[in-house]
């Protein structure tokens, strides 16, 4: 069962423009910056009251975040929703006729655990699960 709305990602060229550019916008510094492996991509996270915003860069020419910001170009990128149990809900979900684009969750940034769901099936959002690791 979906929780709430964990985060909205924005795919971004220049982590650190971006981290100023939003410092100032929510006047708030960025509580996290890491980088994720798994994606290739570096992040940072902000909070405003109930609200996250995590920025994506890409830390390659060749990770999905570049390619997407080559096609799109900068701007929303995906929509995270917090899952109690990620596994049942990915189950539920593919049940559901979804397509996942992973079979197994794996981690994610934020120290999280995470699956994200096929933009085609899905009004093209691309629709982030993500699960607290504890």
Do not use: W
Not at 8 to 18: M, P, Y
Request: with cysteine; proline share 1%; net charge negative.
């Amino acid at each position: 069962m979906f929780k709430n709305l964990e985060h909205i990602g924005i795919a971004v060229k220049d982590l650190e423009a971006s981290k100023s550019l939003f410092e100032k916008l929510l006047q708030v510094k960025s509580y996290k910056t890491e980088n994720v492996e798994s994606e290739n991509v570096s992040t940072a996270f902000f909070q405003s009251g109930e609200t996250k915003v995590e920025l994506v860069a890409s830390l390659s020419e060749d990770s999905a975040i570049a390619k997407y910001i080559a096609k799109k170009g900068e701007g929303i990128h995906h929509l995270a929703f917090a899952v109690a149990d990620i596994r049942a809900e990915m189950s539920r979900l593919k049940e559901e006729g979804f397509t996942l684009l992973q079979e197994e969750p794996k981690k994610g940034a934020d120290n999280k655990l995470v699956c994200f769901l096929h933009p085609k099936e899905t009004n093209s959002v691309l629709i982030e699960l993500c699960q607290e690791i504890g």
